[in-house]
């Protein structure tokens, strides 16, 4: 495998598959499906989950709710995500945990950045719910952050798309994607890839971020083994 430690970053909306909101359990059980083939070969893999698919804050924001408080009611809906993986994961045999930035130690561990280095070494796959533990953050940011602190070799951003458009493919079908981007081409262009605070935090960690389809059977693994899927953005193209 191409990398050694990996984050992968997934929407809380991928949680959804055709539903208009909640989890899938088929979807999650792919998720767990291709995670085992990933961890099966020795990669050490990190998630960092949204809450889109029950609640967003930026949506409660809008509609009169306090912006921060919002923001929390979201964290713990990543909360719920989180630990539906973790089922689906141990039901396929992956040793799982589930770090959280707010505490809940009655479902969850605290997030301690050595513990969960250890875990990952231990060859459990550590999921990051709860955000970063403050509002106007986004799970994007989160992300970046984590994957920053265990030292993660990429970030990965599993989607419904199959890549970074120069505008969205479902409105637009001559949408033009990219196979290669810097960092700075991503912020200027303003393509929406991840919030600008997250593609700043990778650009001066120098962790590249691959955008791919989700739901492509073994993307995950070819990610990993270092075969071209989706858009790649890093320093250099």
């Known amino acids: 495998m191409t990398y050694k430690r990996v984050l992968l970053k997934l929407s809380g909306e991928a949680l959804m598959g055709d539903k208009p909101y909640g989890i899938d359990p088929a979807i999650v059980q ?17 998630i960092v989950v949204g809450g889109g698919n029950i609640f967003r804050g930026l949506k409660g924001s809008a509609e009169g709710m306090d912006r921060a ?19 689906g994961l141990e039901r396929t045999g992956v040793p799982t945990r589930v770090q959280t930035a707010i505490e809940m130690q009655a479902v969850a561990e605290p997030y301690i950045r050595r513990r969960a280095i250890r875990h990952l070494e231990k060859g459990r796959v550590v999921v990051f719910g709860g955000g970063c533990g403050n509002p ?11 994957a920053a602190e265990i030292n993660a070799d990429v970030v990965f951003k599993a989607t419904k ?8 493919p479902k409105c637009f079908p ?16 303003e393509l929406g890839v991840m919030d ?8 001066d960690n ?12 073994n993307n995950i693994a070819k990610a990993v083994s270092g075969q071209q899927v989706g858009s790649r953005i890093s320093n250099n193209c």
């Not at 106007?136 to 952050?145: E, I, K, P, S």
């Not at 798309?161 to 969205?168: L, Q």
């Not at 810097?182 to 200027?188: A, D, F, G, K």
């Not at 600008?196 to 650009?203: D, E, P, S, V, Y």
């Open 30 to 46: 792919s998720i767990a499906e291709d995670v085992s083939k990933v961890v099966d070969q020795g990669t050490q893999l990190a």
């Open 136 to 146: 106007f953050f986004t799970t994007d940011t989160t992300a970046a952050l984590r």
């Open 206 to 217: 120098d962790i590249p971020i691959v955008v791919f389809d989700l739901f492509e059977p």
């Open 161 to 168: 798309v199959d890549g970074v458009y120069d505008r969205d």
């Open 69 to 87: 408080t919002a923001d929390y009611v979201g964290m713990l809906a990543t909360v719920m995500n989180a630990i539906t993986l973790q089922d």
């Open 174 to 189: 001559e949408a033009i994607r990219y196979e290669k981007l810097t960092y700075q081409e991503v912020l200027s262009k």
């Open 196 to 203: 600008g605070t997250a593609i700043a935090l990778c650009k």
